[in-house]
């Protein structure tokens, strides 16, 4: 059983900054690559930045390019979403996900983390 728990999220004024994090447990994997998703209420779910986890090599969605950095602590199997200048509409769930070595899809995801941003 693979598990990813997400953490910090919270409540934040707009233009304030969050960091979250994603511990990975239970059963070890290689993996290809973690990502972040979010998800706002009547939205559907989108992606928000991801990183090759052997490589570091990361991608962002266009909205958070320059205000939100991804990062991982291998040692650790942790990725973080170090969300910074926080908008209003940044508001969503936020959810992990790992995909692992050979499989083309996040096969993984977290229970997700709410991060509310007021203006």
């Known amino acids: 059983q693979v598990q990813l728990v997400e953490s910090g999220g919270g409540l934040v004024q707009a233009g304030g900054s969050l960091k979250l994090s994603c511990a990975t447990s239970g059963r070890t994997f290689s993996t290809y690559a973690m990502g972040w998703f979010r998800q706002a209420p009547g939205k559907e779910r989108e992606f928000v930045a991801s990183?090759?986890?052997?490589?570091?090599?990361?991608n962002y969605a266009d909205s958070v390019k320059g205000r939100f950095t991804i990062s991982r602590e291998n040692a650790k199997n942790t990725v973080y979403l170090q969300m910074n200048s926080l908008k209003p509409e940044d508001t969503a769930v936020y959810y992990c996900?790992?995909?692992?070595?050979?499989?083309?899809?996040?096969?993984?995801w977290g229970q997700g983390t709410q991060v509310t941003v007021s203006s």
């Open positions: 990183i090759r986890w052997n490589y570091g090599s990361t």
């Open positions: 996900a790992a995909m692992p070595t050979g499989s083309r899809k996040y096969d993984y």
